[in-house]
């Protein structure tokens, strides 16, 4: 046999047994029963006093909180804005992660650091920025006024903030992708004629589909939960720039309380919605 030693008897590579299948099984349930207690405790209890709180009162008042001009006043600013800044954001991961990946270029590490920035900033932080530039005493404040621009505590000032805040998260999810595939493919398209564009429409974005949808999922999930930095920028004027997150936050502090968790409630069929929608994706990229 090739490969072998003569007058020794080939051996069989024994499987190398990991400290984690050498656990007792008692060991073995205390882990995975802890882990489930945590889960229970912060996630499922959680979902489940939501649910509770806002059909306590009757599903009419449930269906009445929802109904309120306010309410969907909100939804439909929370929608505004997650259909402007998703695609913006899309847009701009996709460029973003095709140029660090396929390309070399001075700079390529300040980019990256620019793109993890709100990872490391506090949402708040990140809407008195803008704030502290296109705001009444900032340092464009006084040319917007002077030509009848309102940013700040207006819809413009909002979009800034959720595109701040969710514009990693395309990036972020395709960049790592398209690493691990390589430049093989575009390469070889190039070699046999292909143009820019055609390498891109007809090799590049069939591979990363799965990795696009799974990170716009989550960047839309961002954009229409985010409080910190819309919080500060909207100025919380009620039926008119205030987002499902911020109408929910009124309600509770007006003890509004089962009105507060039935619009909470819509945040919840969101996220249940994300984690569905992620889940399947995640399988299918794997695939």
């Given at each position: 046999m090739a490969g072998t030693v003569p007058g020794l008897a080939p051996t069989k590579t024994q499987p190398v047994r990991t400290r984690a299948v050498e656990e007792s099984t008692a060991v073995k349930w205390l882990l995975i029963g802890a882990a489930a207690l945590v889960m229970l405790w912060l996630l499922i209890l959680p979902l489940i006093v939501v649910l509770t709180e806002a059909l306590k009162q009757g599903f009419g008042v449930y269906l009445d909180a929802l109904r309120d001009p306010d309410a969907m006043s909100a939804?439909?600013?929370t929608l505004i804005v997650a259909a402007i800044t998703v695609p913006l954001n899309t847009i701009f991961?996709?460029?973003?992660?095709?140029?660090?990946?396929?390309?070399?270029?001075r700079g390529k590490g300040v980019l990256i650091t620019l793109i993890d920035l709100p990872f490391a900033i506090s949402p708040v932080v990140g809407g008195l920025i803008f704030v502290l530039v296109f705001g009444a005493q900032g340092w464009l404040g006084p040319w917007l006024d002077d030509h009848n621009i309102t940013i700040i505590f207006a819809l413009p000032g909002i979009i800034l903030a959720t595109?701040?805040?969710?514009?990693?998260?395309?990036?972020?999810?395709?960049?790592?992708?398209?690493e691990d595939q390589g430049t093989q493919e575009e390469e070889a398209a190039v070699t046999l004629g292909a143009k820019g564009w055609q390498v891109f429409?007809?090799?590049?974005?069939?591979?990363?589909k799965w990795g696009l949808l799974y990170g716009i999922i989550l960047?839309?999930?961002?954009?229409?939960?985010?409080?910190?930095?819309?919080?500060?920028?909207?100025?919380?004027?009620?039926?008119?720039?205030?987002?499902l997150p911020l109408h929910v936050e009124i309600l509770y502090n007006e003890y509004q309380f089962s009105a507060s968790f039935a619009v909470a409630s819509l945040l919840l069929l969101l996220a249940l919605a994300t984690l569905i929608l992620k889940s399947w994706l995640g399988r299918k990229s794997a695939h």
């Open positions: 939804l439909r600013l991961g996709v460029a973003a992660a095709w140029l660090i990946t396929k390309f070399q270029f595109l701040f805040i969710t514009f990693p998260f395309v990036a972020r999810e395709l960049i790592p992708l398209m429409w007809k090799v590049t974005l069939p591979n990363i960047c839309n999930a961002r954009a229409m939960g985010e409080f910190g930095a819309v919080s500060v920028v909207s100025g919380h004027i009620r039926g008119e720039t205030n987002t």
